[in-house]
């Protein structure tokens, strides 16, 4: 008897499994077409178009770089600038050469800065601290030393190579506002710094020896030539007691 129950059940079952077939059978149809439809879209249709579209902006890029080293500014900075303007990936390297092509070609430093103040706007990209140290660069003629610290903010506590060139930056600075004494202090850390390049440790050596002494050693310098006895009034002294003991 159990056999026949089993038996009946098993067929309920696949009555009730036909019926719910024959009900979704349309809708199971029509998700798997559409997932063949999507692997072939995007088989045959995007990703050529996605590759296409990357090769013609790696060309656009490749021209744009050749007018730039052929001193063609007008024409670098328009295909810089569509490059920079579009949604690819390489627009944000197109940003850093147009500022590039801006301030080479028309020496325009506001429209550099602009422009790298824009690529450095996107937090955590690979070109934000690197667009903040050349709008400092772009920019530190016609900025004081506070202003110039504000533009370079916590890139001067970067361990990396880019913090030591803002530190560099800074120490530039301190000497042409006739800070000798910072500027000599952060070029002489400079030259230990495990994290400045070759290049930047040469500098400031070279720094070191071409800035004068600080101000107070210029000062005991001075106060020395003062103390020290002035003998050119001796000869006059002697000659006027000869006049008088001769009375000549």
Request: hydrophobic share 45%; proline share 4%.
């Amino acid at each position: 008897m159990s056999d026949i129950f089993d038996e009946v059940e098993e067929s309920i079952r696949q009555d009730k499994m036909e019926g719910l077939w024959k009900r979704y059978r349309p809708f199971i149809y029509g998700a798997a077409a559409l997932l063949v439809g999507a692997v072939a879209l995007n088989e045959f249709v995007l990703r050529p178009q996605a590759e296409q579209a990357r090769n013609e902006r790696a060309l656009a890029f490749e021209t744009a770089l050749n007018l730039l080293e052929d001193d063609q500014y007008v024409e670098a900075e328009a295909a810089f600038r569509e490059l920079a303007e579009g949604n690819g990936k390489i627009a944000p390297l197109a940003a850093q050469y147009l500022a590039q092509t801006q301030y080479e070609g028309g020496g325009d430093a506001t429209s550099a800065t602009r422009t790298l103040s824009a690529a450095a706007a996107v937090e955590g990209s690979p070109y934000e601290r690197l667009s903040i140290l050349k709008t400092a660069y772009f920019s530190v003629d016609t900025q004081s030393m506070q202003d110039l610290e504000a533009t370079l903010g916590s890139l001067v506590e970067d361990e990396g190579p880019l913090g030591a060139l803002a530190r560099e930056l800074v120490a530039a600075k301190a000497f042409e506002t006739g800070d000798i004494a910072r500027a000599r202090t952060e070029f002489n850390r400079l030259r230990f710094d495990a994290a400045a390049p070759e290049g930047v440790k040469r500098r400031a050596e070279i720094a070191l020896a071409a800035i004068p002494p600080a101000s107070a050693d210029a000062d005991e310098v001075d106060a020395a030539a003062t103390d020290a006895p002035d003998d050119s009034s001796a000869p006059a002294e002697t000659d006027s007691a000869d006049i008088e003991e001769t009375g000549q």
